[in-house]
């Protein structure tokens, strides 16, 4: 089955300590997605690939970055997590086609925990 | 800015009872509507969605009507079960807007046997 894939599921991280999360997709689209989710609440919007093109949320803060090194993968690197950044964070990908961004297929998402 | 406007407080119901979660919504031009819902631990699962104004969009039992006189997208089911306990997220799409989806804030359905 056509899907998005998130790696870990569950990720524990330290304080300051560099992390990785991970995305890849079977379904070919053009357009792929991150999400913050904190407890509670709706998801926000990180930023966002069309194709290699990176686009940036004006209040996304500088500590996350992001990269897509082909079609099926996409990673959210945070540089220095504080106790703030402990959320769910969810990947998302949609085809672009004729100007307008199709339905959102979303992943299961990945917990990070920063102690 | 475009905003979607949920019910906040969580909802519990018994099995069989019947569900509406209101939602509605502030937008220019004409936004796609949508509801996501969010099982325990998992990501975002499309449930229905509606394009334009009068569509109903419905899965699974539950139904929304895309009412743009009452900009609401109200979601409903007339005979919820346990398995339906949930978190259920109203949102627009807006080709105006970037065509990035606007969430609102979720609503938690809890079913008791």
């Known amino acids: 089955d056509a899907m998005v894939i998130q790696n870990p599921r569950y990720q524990v991280t330290q304080f300051g300590k560099p992390v990785t999360l991970s995305c890849s997709q079977t379904l070919n689209h053009n357009v792929m997605y991150w999400y913050q989710q904190k407890s509670s609440q709706a998801p926000k919007l990180l930023f966002h690939y069309y194709d290699k093109d990176f686009n940036n949320e004006a209040d996304t803060p500088d500590n996350f970055q992001s990269r897509r090194p082909n079609t099926s993968f996409c990673f959210l690197d945070i540089r220095s997590p504080g106790l703030g950044d402990a959320a769910m964070y969810l990947c998302?990908?949609?085809?672009?086609?004729?100007?307008?961004?199709?339905?959102?297929?979303f992943g299961p998402g990945t917990r990070l925990t920063v102690l | 800015g475009d905003s979607v406007t949920q019910m906040e407080r969580p909802v519990t119901l018994s099995e069989e009872a019947f569900l509406t979660i209101n939602c509605t919504y502030t937008a220019t031009g004409y936004p796609s509507l949508f509801w996501y819902v969010q099982y325990p631990g998992e990501g975002l699962q499309l449930l229905l969605k509606?394009?334009?104004?009068?569509d109903k969009g419905s899965n699974k039992g539950f139904e929304a009507t895309y009412r743009k006189e009452t900009t609401s997208f109200h979601l409903e089911k007339g005979s919820v079960q346990v398995s339906d306990s949930a978190v259920y997220f109203c949102a627009l799409k807006n080709n105006n807007a970037g065509n990035m989806l606007t969430f609102g804030g979720g609503t938690r359905l809890m079913v008791k046997p």
């Open positions: 998302a990908t949609s085809r672009l086609s004729g100007g307008s961004y199709n339905e959102q297929f």
């Open positions: 509606a394009t334009k104004a009068d």
